[in-house]
């Protein structure tokens, strides 16, 4: 439609963009200048607002605190476990419901989308249910002879990863099936008319062309994990902390802003990071994938 | 090993990986009608005592009341907001208009908790902090991306070429945008509203941090008892009702207006 010289001022322009923009600018990114500005103040235990003594007291317990380290590590290593987890479950329920007719599709893609659209509560609820000592699941577990003493799933690594499978399954789901459903069957076909058998086809055909999906989900789901709240703090019932749930600690129950403040940026910083990192290493695994595959073929 | 046998392995897996992500859900419906107290499995029997006893109880009815009256406040401001900014995205041409997009997306993007954390302070010094304004305000940021998104792509879907005609045929720019483009980009704006309206209703994270002790939304209200008083048969209830609602909703959504190729 309208084709506007930068150099004047559109006035139609700033009105409908104007509205949006200060609302992000004064709720969403304030905010993150006054994490930046409090980070570098003195707490004062017993009270709220901080002194506004400059100090980089906060910044060095973030970083050398050694409870703070096992925080960090716990976090990581809870994160890729449920990552890895999530991919391996997803991939098989991507790859059925991109072959699916449109109208089976449609139903099988709200299905799946049902975890993410419920809410955190609503299934950390249920997994509570399900998960704990008298719960559903130890109870056909046991009623079926199979054990005799209850697992304990809560209060552990192991419910928190299964939480976390649960939850973010449709952020890696729904992009292995838009890259699954994007391939051209004919190239399978091809393969498999030249005699390769399904397992081949699947892991020189058809995974190769969906690493963009999956790639994209694993980052997806990896920044989900590192970031959780609910579900670590629900079905870890307080024994185990993350990132998520420290942070909530140290903001609201122990009201110490200026380190809260500093863990945050350290937060933040350090998922970035993470996703640069993870979506660097995938796209270089992908380039020598492809490149060892063209030497192949000469 | 034989093709068709793999076809049909992964095939099975598929279908127990879906059950697995539908199994809290599906166990919370039947927990609701169990009759027993004290959560207990197997189920004693079944009972619509819950359900009774949920239309009865004024703390539960205030919860969901607080719940439902800020995700409308903040879808409203969301879409006034969010809407004109996805229309200024797709037709104007301007200097920044990557970074625009950028920004509108950003909640999205950057981990909510990291913003909740600098958000209490803000709110505090701003006296704000568990005030019914504060938290709509921040929770239409987190509904702001989605609409974004979802108009965008209703735009993308949108065929230039009804527009033209109208154009051709007369009608002012004005009468075009009212009657023949927001009428199709009405779909978009529906399931944004709904979406928002999901996101809001449901979120824990960000209205942990700024709710106070006045208003108390059903999430985090459901996150404190579970962690102090453990599971009460009222909130299983209840929670059955609003997924009931979210499936339906759900469901209809996907039949009228297939809000799936939107995501």
Known sequence: MDRVLPRRINWPLIGLLAPATLLLVIIFLVPFFQLLITSFW?????????????????YTRVITDTYNLSVYKETVLISLLATVVTFVLAYPLARLIAKQKAAVKSLLFVLVILPMIGGAMIQT??????????????????????????????????GIIIGLVQSFLPLMIIPLVASLGAIDESIENAARSLGANAIRVFFEVTFPLSLPGAIAGSILVLMANLTSFVTPSMLGQGKIQVFGTYAYQEAIQVMNWPFSSAFAIFFIVFTGLVALLVSYLSRAMTRSRIRAQEALYE | MNDKIVAKLTNGIALIVLAFMLLPIIVLFLNAFNASRIFEFPPRGFTLEWFIQLSNSQEYQTS??????????????????GVPAAFAIDRYQFPGRNFMQGLFLSPLLLPSIVWAVGLVQYYARLRILGSFPGMVLAHSIIIIPYVIRLVLSSFAF????????????GASPIRTFFEITVPLIIPG??????????????DVVVSSFVSGALYIPFPVRVYSELRSEGIDPLTIAISAVIMAAIILIALVGEKMIHWSKYV
């Open chain 1, 42 to 58: 003195t707490y004062v235990p017993g009270t709220v607002l901080p002194k506004t003594a400059f100090t980089f007291e906060n």
């Open chain 1, 125 to 158: 609820l249920g997994w509570m249910t399900l998960l704990m000592r008298y719960g559903a699941i130890n109870g056909t577990l046991r009623s079926l002879g199979i054990i005799h003493q209850p697992i304990a799933f809560l209060g552990n690594e192991l």
């Open chain 2, 64 to 81: 969901i009341r607080v719940s439902t009256m800020l995700a409308i406040s903040a879808v409203v401001l969301a879409l006034v907001t």
């Open chain 2, 158 to 169: 949108l065929d230039r070429e009804l527009e033209n005609a109208a154009r051709s045929l």
């Open chain 2, 189 to 202: 704006i529906i399931i944004s509203a709904i979406f928002g309206f999901m996101i809001s209703f449901t």
